[in-house]
């Protein structure tokens, strides 16, 4: 089992979900984070005054699947993710241990 978490542009999310959707993904967690990578922010003009943006607004996406679907998850979100342009994100994947699935008492595989 691996967890697959994508930090995305916010404006790709519902391209992503769709893409998660068609491969067969069960379920994801979203959440809203702020980070710089290599463009390390921009500057923005407003109301005549130049100020530094450190921290660009992203979005978080992890979705665990099995080893088997962790190609096709990777590549259905790097395909609904890109644009070509800087800050399109990062997938970093790491393995999942155990799963257990609260209501039922799954645990592993089935769980997912």
Do not use: C, N, W
């Not at 998850?73 to 070509?84: C, F, P, Y």
């Not at 699935?101 to 769980?111: D, L, P």
Request: proline letters at 2%.
């Amino acid at each position: 089992m691996k967890l697959v978490t994508a930090i995305i542009k916010p404006f790709k999310l519902d391209d992503v979900r769709e893409a998660l959707s068609e491969v067969g993904a069960s379920g994801i967690t979203v959440i809203e984070v702020k980070g710089f990578g290599r463009q390390k922010g921009h500057t923005e003009l407003y109301r005549g005054a130049e100020y530094v943006v450190d921290f660009l607004p992203k979005i978080k996406v992890e979705v665990a699947v099995s080893a088997d679907q962790l190609d096709q998850v990777i590549e259905a979100i790097s395909a609904a993710a890109k644009t070509g342009k800087i800050g399109d994100g990062k997938i970093f994947v790491s393995s999942l241990e155990q799963v257990v699935r609260i209501r039922t008492g799954e645990t592993g595989a089935e769980a997912l």
